[in-house]
């Protein structure tokens, strides 16, 4: 069965500082897979996604996010951290066939002046 | 575009009560998903709609739990009776059709906080 695991639960890091979210899935066949940002109150709004192709996908608000498929990684990093970064991301991995999401637990970012 | 509607925000019930909680999704988007998200964890589906059919209710707990799809746009879902555990935020997205080529990302609602005391 698929599965994702978010090793930070949370992260904290300084404005203007770089940030990488860490994302492990377990899938048997080759994921779909989703960053998704939710500020405190609000939904999920989708950051970024993977389907197939290159492995370096861009996102909104200038995030990126590298597949590796050696490590079944999908890190979500950003050069800069603002703090209007401040939320907490979720990675998910989507089956195929069924277009079920698995969403991991979370990871909390703070962001400090 | 409008995005997908949830109401009320916020519920607080005392357990044993029944609660309902409505999503309007996206015009056009034929799959609407309802998920629970308790607090420090990620969503969890409850159940996902394509039109007014059920496509996947394998973790809605169906002896308190029910969820309906009118006419394939609206849905309501309804807890009857509410226990301790169900406070969580309710979380309805919606999709284009699924099982066309293209994986369709899902858009999601701001969510219904239920507090059950």
């Known amino acids: 069965a698929q599965s994702v695991t978010q090793p930070d639960i949370h992260i904290t890091v300084s404005e203007g500082a770089s940030l990488e979210l860490r994302c492990n899935y377990s899938y048997g066949a080759t994921p779909y897979l989703f960053w998704y940002v939710q500020s405190p109150g609000q939904g999920l709004q989708l950051l970024l996604k993977?389907?197939?192709?290159?492995?370096l996908v861009q996102g909104i608000k200038g995030f990126e996010a590298e597949f590796k498929r050696s490590q079944s990684s999908f890190n979500l990093r950003k050069p800069s951290v603002h703090w209007s970064d401040a939320a907490e991301y979720f990675c998910a991995v989507g089956a195929s066939g069924t277009y079920k999401y698995i969403f991991g637990t979370g990871t909390r970012l703070k962001v400090l002046a | 575009e409008a995005g997908v509607a949830q109401s009320p925000r916020y519920k607080i019930i005392e357990k044993r009560q029944s609660v309902a909680f409505w999503c309007n999704p996206i015009s056009g988007h034929a799959t609407l998903y309802w998920y629970q998200q308790i607090l420090g964890q990620g969503p969890k589906l409850l159940i996902q709609f394509q039109n007014n059919g059920v496509v996947d209710d394998s973790q809605l707990p169906k002896d308190r739990f029910s969820a309906e799809r009118l006419k394939g746009v609206d849905s309501t879902l309804k807890i009857q009776p509410a226990k301790l555990e169900d406070s969580a935020v309710y979380l309805c997205?919606?999709?284009?059709?699924?099982?066309?080529?293209?994986?369709?990302?899902?858009?999601f609602g701001p969510g219904t906080r239920l507090t059950v005391l």
């Open positions: 997205a919606s999709s284009l059709e699924v099982g066309t080529s293209s994986y369709n990302e899902q858009f």
């Open positions: 993977y389907f197939s192709g290159d492995t």
